[in-house]
C-alpha cells in the first residue's frame, strides 16, 4: 500500500486548482476538484461545516470543495479507514446521488444536450 502513497499524491495535486474568482478578488483560494462520490458523502459527514458546491463539466457532476486544514484531515481519515455511521453514510450517497441525477435531468430538459 505504501507504493501507491506517491501516485496519490501526485494524482491529488493534479486535483487542486486555483480559483479564477479567488483570482480577480485579489485573494487566492484553492480548489479540491472530485467525481468520486464516495470520498464527498464521507467528507460531509465527517466535516459537515465543509462547504460543496457542485458543478457539471463535460457531461460530469464534479464535487468542490475549498481547500483548509478541515478537508486535508477528512480525506486523510477517509484513506486511513475511519469507521463512520453506515446509516448516515448510505443516506448521504443517495442524497448527493439524487443531486448528481437532477443536474443531468436539468440539463436535458433545458436542452443543453
Known sequence: ???????????????????????????????????????????????PQISLNLTVKNGRTLFVFTVCDDLCRAMSSFNNGLEINALEYSEMIKKLRGEIMARRTQKTVGGGG
Open 1 to 47: 500500500m505504501s507504493s501507491l502513497f506517491p501516485l496519490f499524491m501526485f494524482i491529488l495535486l493534479l486535483d487542486f486548482k486555483d480559483n479564477e474568482i479567488g483570482k480577480e478578488n485579489g485573494m487566492e483560494q484553492r480548489e479540491f476538484v472530485t467525481s468520486d462520490l464516495y470520498l464527498t458523502s464521507f467528507i460531509k459527514i465527517v466535516f
